[in-house]
């Protein structure tokens, strides 16, 4: 059974960082495409970057540069750093995972983020 628990959202102040946790159960890493996603009030979800089976990440343009997305096998546990934070980054941040071997590990794929498996509950961000 999978799992995935977000956790590590808050209140920051802009220009700072924040490292957001999703904590994973149910397989195993090198079996999963993960991606995490993130959603503003009235706006549509977006995919801010993943990480595939092999360990290769790709990120949104508006966070690239100032997000790494990483794992701690040991732990089990995804991470998503953001520095540099500005208030449009404020929203809910998810993690998703793709334990079944969808075609493609992208987010940005609407057929990805209609087959993915697995969701968390979210968390939430606010830059001010």
């Known amino acids: 059974h999978v799992q995935l628990v977000e956790s590590g959202g808050g209140s920051v102040q802009a220009r700072g960082s924040l490292r957001l946790s999703c904590a994973y159960s149910?397989?195993?890493?090198?079996?999963?495409?993960m991606a995490w996603f993130r959603q503003a009030p009235g706006k549509e979800r977006q995919g801010v970057g993943t990480?595939?089976?092999?360990?290769?990440?790709n990120y949104h343009d508006s966070v690239r540069g100032r997000a790494t997305i990483f794992r701690d096998i040991s732990k089990n546990i995804l991470y998503l750093h953001i520095n540099s934070l500005k208030p449009e980054d404020s929203a809910t941040y998810y993690c998703?995972?793709?334990?079944?071997?969808?075609?493609?590990?992208?987010?940005?794929?609407?057929?990805?983020?209609?087959?993915?498996?697995?969701w968390g509950q979210g968390t939430q961000v606010t830059v001010s």
């Open positions: 998703a995972a793709d334990t079944e071997g969808l075609a493609v590990c992208s987010p940005w794929s609407p057929a990805w983020v209609r087959d993915v498996q697995s």
């Open positions: 149910g397989f195993t890493y090198s079996r999963a495409c």
């Open positions: 990480i595939d089976r092999d360990g290769t990440t």
